[in-house]
T-cell receptor
Framework: QKEVEQNSGPLSVPEGAIASLNCTYSDRGSQSFFWYRQYSGKSPELIMSIYSNGDKEDGRFTAQLNKASQYVSLLIRDSQPSDSATYLC??????????FGKGTMLLVSP | DGGITQSPKYLFRKEGQNVTLSCEQNLNHDAMYWYRQDPGQGLRLIYYSQIVNDFQKGDIAEGYSVSREKKESFPLTVTSAQKNPTAFYLC??????????????FGPGTRLTVL
């Protein structure tokens, strides 16, 4: 059974701080990793994808991948109240299918 | 506008009834997916289809059925055999290109409640 683990949270950070979200996965053969943001009652929206070891930056978001340790993380710099949402980590588990973690709830207080 | 549409947004079903959830995409994507999300849970794969007239079971296919007669459409039927169907149902699509990382994009979802 391929598994993706996330701390359910909530992770509480003050406005302007860095939020760090972590995800571990069990399948060493996984090649593609995705972070989705999901607001309450809404569908997930893609934030970032990462395929190679190291960091990938996009605006205030940085995804970090370490395949040897089987973890992927998402850093959100200058956190805003509008970043308050549940963040889902997803890992490819076969041809075009994904396994999702249960998500980490992030709360950014003004 | 390109995108994925799901209808209805909210659906109420009596026990013992079959209901069909609609999913349409105009992104010219080959692959389409159905997920179920329960409160506080991640997404669980019900069925997926990589090409017209072909589909595969996901992790929780029991009590569900699908068809893929057109590239743009992937309807999901929740049958009376599904014992606990109340959930948020999400449809997604992706390019489905073989051998490349394949990003999935989601529709707005259908919230099904069994009365």
């Amino acid at each position: 059974q391929k598994e993706v683990e996330q701390n359910s949270g909530p992770l509480s950070v003050p406005e302007g701080a860095i939020a760090s979200l972590n995800c571990t996965y069990s399948d060493r053969g996984s090649q593609s990793f995705f972070w989705y943001r999901q607001y309450s009652g809404k569908s997930p929206e893609l934030i970032m994808s990462i395929y190679s070891n190291g960091d990938k930056e996009d605006g205030r978001f940085t995804a970090q991948l370490n395949k040897a340790s089987q973890y992927v993380s998402l850093l959100i710099r200058d956190s805003q109240p509008s970043d308050s949402a549940t963040y889902l980590c997803a890992v490819n588990s076969g041809y075009s299918t994904l396994t999702f973690g249960k998500g980490t709830m992030l709360l950014v207080s003004p | 506008d390109g995108g994925i549409t799901q209808s209805p947004k909210y659906l109420f079903r009596k026990e013992g009834q079959n209901v069909t959830l609609s999913c349409e995409q105009n992104l010219n994507h080959d692959a389409m997916y159905w997920y179920r999300q329960d409160p506080g849970q991640g997404l669980r794969l019900i069925y997926y289809s990589q090409i017209v007239n072909d589909f595969q079971k996901g992790d929780i296919a029991e009590g569900y059925s699908v068809s893929r007669e057109k590239k743009e459409s992937f309807p999901l039927t929740v049958t009376s055999a599904q014992k606990n169907p109340t959930a948020f149902y999400l449809c997604a699509s992706s390019l489905g290109t073989s051998g490349t990382p394949d990003t999935q994009y989601f529709g707005p979802g259908t919230r099904l409640t069994v009365l």
